[in-house]
């Protein structure tokens, strides 16, 4: 480097990376992520389970692969864990959510669904992500089935030994 440069103050001054302008920094908040039919949409993940949701404003119907979603989870518990983002934003019945659910088991579909709404809702309205966040909705449950190893009966149990 030349001898001018010494600080990282000075090289930021070079490459004009430590100066934004207020034009720049308005660009730079998130902007809300809207089609055209005026719906949101994201992506969850939870094991092997995906899901792809669109979330619009409406009384708050909750569609499943083409059914009601007290039909497709039949679990009180199950229900509570898609209703969370919209109970931690405060957003109860004010959007109604079409998604398509593939893999994995109900339980794993319940929090592939919970991340996606989250996600769809931090894509609709960008200010509620700071409440996601905190709640750990935003965050991708990376736990996932063990593979099972060759010499062991599954992933980590060996075989009955006998001495004799």
């Given at each position: 480097?030349?001898?001018?440069?010494?600080?990282?103050?000075?090289?930021?001054?070079?490459?004009?990376?430590?100066?934004?302008?207020?034009?720049?920094?308005?660009?730079?908040?998130?902007?809300?992520?809207?089609?055209?039919?005026?719906?949101?949409?994201?992506t969850g993940?939870?094991?092997?389970?995906?899901?792809?949701?669109?979330?619009?404003?409406?009384?708050?119907?909750?569609?499943?692969?083409?059914?009601?979603?007290?039909?497709?989870?039949?679990?009180?518990?199950?229900?509570?864990?898609?209703?969370?983002?919209?109970?931690?934003?405060?957003?109860?019945?004010?959007?109604?959510?079409?998604?398509?659910?593939?893999g994995g088991?109900?339980?794993?579909?319940?929090?592939?669904?919970?991340?996606?709404?989250?996600?769809?809702?931090?894509?609709?309205?960008?200010?509620?992500?700071?409440?996601?966040?905190?709640?750990?909705?935003?965050?991708?449950d990376a736990?996932?089935?063990?593979?099972?190893?060759?010499?062991?009966?599954?992933?980590?149990?060996?075989?009955?030994?006998?001495?004799?």
């Amino acid at each position: 480097m030349s001898e001018a440069t010494k600080t990282l103050a000075d090289l930021k001054d070079i490459t004009g990376l430590g100066t934004a302008t207020p034009v720049e920094a308005e660009q730079t908040e998130a902007q809300p992520r809207i089609d055209a039919k005026g719906r949101a949409y994201a992506t969850g993940k939870r094991k092997d389970a995906i899901a792809r949701v669109w979330i619009k404003p409406g009384a708050g119907r909750i569609t499943v692969n083409g059914r009601d979603v007290a039909t497709y989870f039949a679990r009180p518990t199950l229900r509570m864990i898609i209703n969370q983002p919209f109970g931690a934003t405060d957003r109860t019945d004010q959007y109604d959510v079409t998604c398509t659910v593939t893999g994995g088991g109900l339980s794993g579909q319940a929090g592939a669904l919970r991340h996606g709404i989250s996600r769809a809702l931090t894509f609709f309205e960008p200010g509620v992500r700071p409440v996601l966040k905190k709640g750990g909705f935003l965050t991708r449950d990376a736990r996932v089935v063990e593979r099972k190893k060759y010499g062991k009966r599954k992933a980590r149990r060996s075989f009955q030994f006998s001495k004799r």
